[in-house]
């Protein structure tokens, strides 16, 4: 006999009532018919993209929430791709990037802001006089280069003022190919060193980022500043990074370039000092009997560079000029 409702052995016939809400799902949409492009400038929350050689506004899906969409993206996009005026497609999704040149605000900053996504080469521009060059500056660039994964180039500018041989010792060393260029020169071997692959430019406001894209695509039309004479500052004059097709000579070779603001800081926050050495093959391995935890900076006892420097196996240079790679991470630029 039972005292309950049912049975002992009821309860394996008996089903729970169904709910009649809609159940909650993490499924996301497939997306099937979304189109591929690739972002080229970013602005108040619209995205100029690139779809097959059509321009297209876009802005970004909900549920991509706060994922960041940069310039140098390759994104799948659905709605309204026509490119007409009034038009607004959506991003819904980002792939993956290949590359990722980021900065902070400062050392201490724990956030990273990324600039561009997927370029192979970091052109590093930087005037030999009016302004001065920032050499701390330069070191942090070619630091977050050889983070992100990507090829670093000097492009001295403005070599009609200033003999480039003084900074360029200071990098030859590190094996850092370079360019020298003055103000109406020719631009045949900045171009070949550009060309067929995607190059962001980067450099304090006044060295000549815009002026060498505007020779470089003569339909760019970039703003072009003056440095103050107080100062020694340049005017900011590009406002948001902007990428741009190399146009073909006739040579059948292509390529792009970002042009990006102006920069008076590089916080290097997200860069770990420890790992720097990975990007210097032929030293790295002349680590391997470093105690664990070496930075392999100046200070490092039993540091594996000081041992091969001693025995004839490294470059004195080379080492000094890493180990000044490893401070600018940590020393503040002004």
Same mark, same amino acid.
């Not at 991509?64 to 969409?69: A, D, F, M, Y």
């Not at 490294?314 to 000094?320: F, I, M, Q, S, Y």
């Given at each position: 006999m039972t005292t309950g409702r049912y049975g002992e052995h009821d309860h394996e016939h008996y089903e729970r009532p169904r709910r009649h809400t809609r159940p909650r799902t993490k499924d996301r949409p497939s997306y099937d018919d979304a189109e591929e492009g690739f972002v080229v400038t970013v602005d108040r929350g619209r995205y100029t993209l690139l779809m097959d050689g059509v321009v297209v506004t876009a802005m970004k899906a909900r549920p991509? +929430?706060?994922? +960041?969409?940069v310039v140098g993206d390759r994104v799948?996009? #659905?709605g309204d791709t026509s490119g007409d005026d009034g038009t607004l497609a959506r991003i819904v999704e980002v792939n993956e990037r290949l590359t990722t040149l980021r900065r902070t605000a400062d050392d201490d900053d724990p956030v990273e802001r990324v600039i561009v996504s997927n370029a192979e080469q970091l052109v590093v521009v930087t005037a030999l006089a009016d302004p001065d060059p920032q050499p !701390?500056?330069?070191? !942090?660039? =070619?630091v977050a280069a050889y983070d992100a994964g990507m090829q670093p180039l000097l492009c001295l500018t403005k070599s009609d003022l200033a003999d480039p041989e003084t900074l360029l010792s200071t990098y030859r060393s590190l094996g850092v190919p370079?360019? #020298? *260029?003055? !103000?109406g020169g020719n631009l045949d071997e900045l171009r070949d060193r550009i060309s067929d692959r995607t190059s962001v430019l980067v450099g304090s406001s006044g060295v000549g980022k815009s $002026? =060498?894209?505007n020779a470089l695509v003569p339909t760019a039309m970039r703003d072009v500043g003056v440095v103050n004479a107080v100062t020694g500052r340049g005017r900011h004059t590009s406002t948001s990074a902007y990428m741009l097709a190399l146009p073909d000579l006739g040579d059948g070779r292509g390529g792009w370039i970002i042009d990006t603001p102006g920069i008076r800081s590089f916080g290097l926050a997200h860069v770990q000092p420890e790992d720097l050495i990975g990007a210097f093959p032929d030293l790295d391995e002349m680590t391997e009997e470093c105690p664990r935890g070496c930075t392999h900076g *100046?200070? &490092? %006892? &039993?540091c594996g560079l000081d041992e091969a420097v001693a025995a004839g196996r490294?470059? %004195? &240079?080379?080492? $000094?000029s890493f180990r000044r790679l490893l401070t600018a991470r940590t020393e503040s630029v002004h």
């Open positions: 991509l +929430g706060r994922k +960041g969409v799948r996009v #659905v !701390r500056l330069i070191d !942090r660039a =070619l370079w360019v #020298v *260029t003055h !103000r $002026t =060498l894209v *100046t200070d &490092e %006892p &039993e490294a470059d %004195p &240079e080379r080492v $000094t």
